[in-house]
């Protein structure tokens, strides 16, 4: 009988234990579902960033569907999460002043003109923490109804910023015309294995 009850059991977990995985990407460890905000997420794609041939941070895209292009990417309805872990420490100064950066590459001037308040504060944000080290992880979630939210080493950094455009200016770093990384891009947009 307890043998019954003990495969019973086993056999309904086997369905939970299915539906969620975890990836790997240069040792950092991904779930390929998560919740945001009380929605599911599925990882979209994940890569890494490359500085020449350094390997610099490991990044992944979370959705609540799948999406195979930035215009998709943005149009995607609920929660979003890009997680950024790093594979080397470096100076979160410079780490702010880049994406910002980014941001003003893959942005019109006038509409980059508007987000400068919010960028300054991203700047601040990062140059706050002086050094990001390996395997530390930043987040830069989009959560309706709330805005962007940063979460540096498991911290809520600040108030939320509430323009959908500053989320998906700092989408474009890695998913506009002028990415960080293509490959990187690609893989974001689930491109590349």
Not at 39 to 59: E, H, S
Request: aromatic content about 8%; charged content about 25%.
């Amino acid at each position: 009988m307890r043998l019954k009850l003990f495969i019973g059991a086993a056999a309904l977990c086997l369905p939970a234990l299915a539906l969620s995985a975890t990836i790997d990407v240069s040792g950092v460890k991904l779930e390929d579902r998560i919740t945001l905000a009380d929605k599911p997420l599925v990882l979209n794609g994940a890569g890494v960033r490359y500085k020449a041939v350094f390997k610099v941070y490991t990044a992944g895209l979370y959705l609540s569907q799948k999406a195979d292009s930035p215009e998709a990417v943005l149009a995607t309805p609920g929660p979003k999460r890009l997680t950024i872990t790093m594979l080397r420490d470096i100076d979160s100064a410079e780490l702010g002043k880049l994406f910002s950066r980014g941001m003003e590459d893959n942005m019109e001037r006038a509409a980059f003109s508007k987000l400068i308040p919010g960028v300054l504060r991203m700047s601040q944000i990062f140059s706050n923490h002086k050094k990001l080290l390996a395997g530390e992880t930043f987040l830069v979630d989009w959560i309706p109804g709330t805005g962007t939210l940063i979460t540096v080493k498991g911290k809520v950094e600040g108030e939320a910023f509430k323009e959908p455009e500053f989320f998906d200016a700092l989408m474009r770093i890695w998913l506009g015309q002028k990415p960080a990384d293509w490959m990187l891009k690609d893989a974001l947009l689930g491109k590349s294995k």
